[in-house]
């Protein structure tokens, strides 16, 4: 695709359900990046995959929350028993490897998904 | 950990400049960004500096750089309503890949 897709845009949850959160980065795109945008916050790191594998998952907030990454491309973020403060703004980003030349390091971003837990 | 600061809020009057203004911790961030976030959309780039720069300038922006304060402003000249957004600040962490840490974003209202 053009650019980042995260599905589903928008999802109502009841207290204790679990949610699962999707990301196609932009093709070609080796870095993947979970952000959390709570209202009237700033951006939370979450995680980042270079790959598969995740170098860096110090941001994800408690043992409920995990991500994975398959055959370099979909992540999914999934988040287990919610709890009313994880409703946010779940933002994902792309970006070419950080190797690559000319890369300026920039990310890409999707439009997010608007988690709401009642 | 890395901090990077901004002021909450701006308000302008159509026509006028715009300043934002940004202070980060990592001295050896290779790149500075300018990232604009529209109500119910996600980041996009704006504008990026290179640590080794003072100044870019791009149309109606200009992108400061005081690496010694380590201070980074956004300027936006000629502000229009469309200009009305969330703006982030961000840096690239040097031992992490193209991870960044943002800031809390400035709301910018213009007004007509």
């Known amino acids: 695709g053009a650019g980042v897709s995260q599905s589903p845009s928008n999802k109502v949850t009841e207290k204790g359900k679990d949610v699962e959160l999707r990301c196609d980065p932009i093709?070609?795109?080796?870095?993947l990046y979970w952000y959390r945008q709570s209202l009237g916050q700033g951006l939370e790191f979450l995680i980042y995959?270079?790959?598969?594998?995740?170098?860096?998952k110090s941001g994800l907030p408690s043992d409920r929350f995990s991500a994975e990454r398959t055959g370099g491309s979909v992540s999914t973020l999934t988040i287990q028993r919610t709890q009313q403060e994880d409703s946010a703004v779940y933002l994902c980003?792309?970006?070419?490897?950080?190797?690559?030349?000319?890369?300026?390091?920039?990310?890409?971003f999707g439009e997010g998904s608007r988690l709401t837990v009642l | 950990g890395e901090d990077v600061e901004q002021s909450l809020f701006l308000s302008v009057r159509e026509g006028d400049s715009s300043v934002i203004n940004c202070t980060y911790t990592?001295?050896?961030?290779?790149?500075l960004y300018w990232y604009k976030q529209e109500p119910g959309a996600g980041l996009q780039l704006l504008t990026y500096?290179?640590?080794?720069?003072d100044m870019k300038q791009d149309q109606r922006l200009t992108v400061l750089l005081n690496k010694k304060d380590k201070h980074l402003s956004l300027r936006i000249a000629d502000t229009q309503t469309g200009d009305s957004a969330i703006y982030f600040c961000?840096?690239?962490?040097?031992?992490?890949?193209?991870?960044?840490?943002f800031g809390g974003g400035t709301r910018l209202m213009v007004k007509p």
């Open positions: 990592d001295s050896s961030s290779t790149y």
């Open positions: 093709s070609g795109h080796t870095a």
């Open positions: 961000a840096e690239s962490l040097s031992d992490a890949g193209n991870m960044l840490t």
């Open positions: 980003a792309s970006s070419l490897n950080e190797k690559d030349r000319g890369n300026t390091g920039e990310l890409f």
């Open positions: 995959f270079q790959g598969n594998s995740a170098p860096d």
């Open positions: 500096i290179f640590s080794n720069m």
